[in-house]
Structures are given as structure tokens and as C-alpha cells.
């Protein structure tokens, strides 16, 4: 099973709104990632998690949360968010070490805050 | 802050001829890798060239890594129209950070 699955593919929420974006893999990865992208833009670096425990937080705002409950699932809790938040948020996952950094992507959730 | 910068931004050749896109970074790197992303889906892994690596293949792709000049070029050989799509290399500065930031991307459309 090389999949990571996220879900919702596409949410709408309003800027009062508290929502959670989810990711699963079920390969072993023990390093876990949040990336948003805007349109014709590349992928912006969010969060790293290894081995459960938060890595690298971007300087992302804290209306943006994100939770690694388990080694194979990576949630983002949203709320209070801005129109401009509004892109595709997308989860990745890779090997630790002895691996080939190879990130493997989700399909994405596509968010577009009112 | 993006690591790469990419060129051409967008690339537009005839199926059969061979694409090139390149990559400049500014800091230096463990290793580089190139993604592509088809419109509006997750990105797919290609190819990973270390740093002491110069050159690399993999069927119809061939990477160049020059690390004095911070630059890297993959090469599309022989392309098809589903070889449409965003290309963007992505690097790690410093083994075990896994910290990989994107470069600009090139949107490469192949015309049947």
C-alpha cells in the first residue's frame, strides 16, 4: 500500500467555522507533512512531524492546527481562517532515515474559506 | 521562503521533442529531487539526485546536479502528451531535518 489518503477533497467553510482536515498512511512513514499550495504556486512547507512529535512549524498562524495522534495519521484543525487561506492543503509522508527522502503526496483537500 | 527557482516558468513543445527544465538553489543541499504534479493533484516523485551525484537516469528522464554552480536540469526525452504537467524540484539543506522546500515550478505542455 503505497496510498496517502486525505479527506475531505473539497470543503467550503465559512470564517466562524471549526473544521479538520485528514490524512492516513499505512506504509510505515514515520515522518509526516502538511504543504498548502495556491494556484500556479508550489508547495509552502507547514509542519513537519517525525515520530509523532512536531519538527518544524513554519511560522504558521495558530488559526491553523495541526495533531499527529498516531504514526500513521496527521490531522489539521482549522478555524477562524481567512479567505486567503483558501488553496489546496496537501499531506505528504516519508521514510526516516536509511530511506531515499522520497516524499510520497495525497491526492489533497481543496479548501475555499468564505 | 522557496529554495528554488525555476526555468523556464512555462514550456510548450511538440510530442517527440525533448523537454528541459532547470533548477537554481541558493543554500547548499543534501539532496534534490523533482516532482511533477498534475493539474490541481498531489505531486508524484521522479527522481532523487544526491549531492555528490552529478548525474542520474531513469527511462526517459536524466538529471543533472551542479553543485558549484547550485543548479540542476531534468531532461524529458522523447515526450507525450501525458508528460503535460508542473514540474518543481524540491531540496533538503541539512540530512535529517526533512525540511524539503519547492522551487518555482515549470508547467510543461506537451502538444499532440
Known amino acids: 500500500d503505497t496510498e496517502v489518503t486525505q479527506t475531505p477533497k473539497h470543503l467550503v467553510m465559512g470564517m466562524t467555522n471549526k473544521k479538520s482536515l485528514k490524512c492516513e498512511q499505512h506504509?510505515?512513514?514515520?515522518?509526516m507533512y502538511w504543504y498548502k499550495q495556491k494556484a500556479k504556486k508550489p508547495p509552502e512547507l507547514m509542519f513537519v512531524?517525525?515520530?509523532?512529535?512536531?519538527?518544524i512549524n513554519e511560522s504558521v498562524p495558530s488559526r491553523f492546527s495541526p495533531e499527529c495522534p498516531n504514526s500513521s495519521l496527521l490531522n489539521l484543525h482549522l478555524h477562524a481562517l481567512q479567505p486567503e487561506d483558501s488553496a489546496l492543503y496537501l499531506c505528504?509522508?516519508?521514510?526516516?532515515?536509511?530511506?531515499?527522502?522520497?516524499?510520497?503526496f495525497g491526492e489533497g483537500s481543496r479548501l475555499t474559506v468564505l | 521562503s522557496q529554495q528554488g527557482e525555476e526555468d523556464p516558468q512555462a514550456l510548450s513543445i511538440q510530442e517527440g521533442e525533448n523537454a528541459t527544465m532547470n533548477c537554481s538553489y541558493k543554500?547548499?543541499?543534501?539532496?534534490l529531487q523533482w516532482y511533477r504534479q498534475n493539474s490541481g493533484r498531489g505531486l508524484v516523485h521522479l527522481i532523487l539526485?544526491?549531492?555528490?551525484?552529478r548525474e542520474k537516469h531513469s527511462g526517459r528522464l536524466r538529471v543533472t546536479l551542479d553543485t558549484s554552480k547550485k543548479s540542476s536540469s531534468l531532461l524529458i526525452t522523447a515526450s507525450r502528451a501525458a508528460d503535460t504537467a508542473s514540474y518543481f524540484c524540491?531540496?533538503?539543506?541539512?540530512?535529517?531535518?526533512?525540511?524539503?522546500?519547492f522551487g518555482t515550478g515549470t508547467r510543461l505542455k506537451v502538444l499532440a
Open positions: 539526485i544526491r549531492s555528490n551525484e
Open positions: 505528504a509522508s516519508s521514510r526516516i532515515g536509511g530511506g531515499t527522502g522520497e516524499l510520497f
Open positions: 543554500t547548499s543541499i543534501n539532496n
Open positions: 506504509m510505515g512513514h514515520r515522518a
Open positions: 512531524y517525525s515520530y509523532e512529535k512536531l519538527s
Open positions: 524540491a531540496t533538503d539543506r541539512t540530512s535529517g531535518t526533512y525540511k524539503y522546500i
